[in-house]
């Protein structure tokens, strides 16, 4: 596609439901990044994807958060039995190879705003 | 660990008139570039400009242009001749390792007519 793409664009869910994030990276792009920005705040690491390599998940703040990516291409984070501080946007980035810094521009969606009443 | 200051949450400028942005940061990165990234209400961050730290001449791209002072460890982003379009919320980013960007807390940066 054109460019990042992530669904849905907003989430609204009660406390303690499960919830499913989608992020479409850019074709041919093999590197894919999940952050997370609470209201206010900068952007916070969560999990990185490398092609068919082990992912860094050195961010993801709780085992109730999860994410996998399928065929290289499309991924999905999951939260589990959400709860209201997990209320932030969640914005996906790829970007087109890891080797060499020259390589890390990082291409960013529009993010999904996940409200957890 | 790399960390990322910005210590101005807001900043506001006249349309056409020049504004700078400060940043400072830290990194155990012996080769590592730097990012100026606008993120406008609809979310989507969109990068503005990058300095590599080995280049001794600063980063621009048309009227946005950087002052980077490796020793200080500050990078400043400039922007000239503003316009409305350029309200938006600005973070400075460097990455850790060659994956991750750390990002400051943002500057909201406001055009005033």
Known sequence: ?117 | AQTVTQSQPEMSVQEAETVTLSCTYDTSESDYYLFWYKQPPSRQMILVIRQEAYKQQNATENRFSVNFQKAAKSFSLKISDSQLGDAAMYFCATHQGAQKLVFGQGTRLTINP
């Open chain 1, 1 to 117: 596609g054109a460019g990042v793409s992530q669904s849905p664009s907003n989430k609204v869910t009660e406390k303690g439901k499960d919830v499913e994030l989608r992020c479409d990276p850019i074709s041919g792009h093999t590197a894919l990044y999940w952050y997370r920005q609470s209201l206010g705040q900068g952007l916070e690491f969560l999990i990185y994807f490398q092609g068919n390599s082990a992912p860094d998940k050195s961010g993801l703040p709780s085992d109730r958060f999860s994410a996998e990516r399928t065929g290289g291409s499309v991924s999905t984070l999951t939260i589990q039995r959400t709860q209201q501080e997990d209320s932030a946007v969640y914005l996906c980035a790829s970007s087109p190879r890891l080797s060499g810094l020259a390589k890390n521009i990082q291409y960013f969606g529009a993010g999904t705003r996940l409200s957890v009443l």
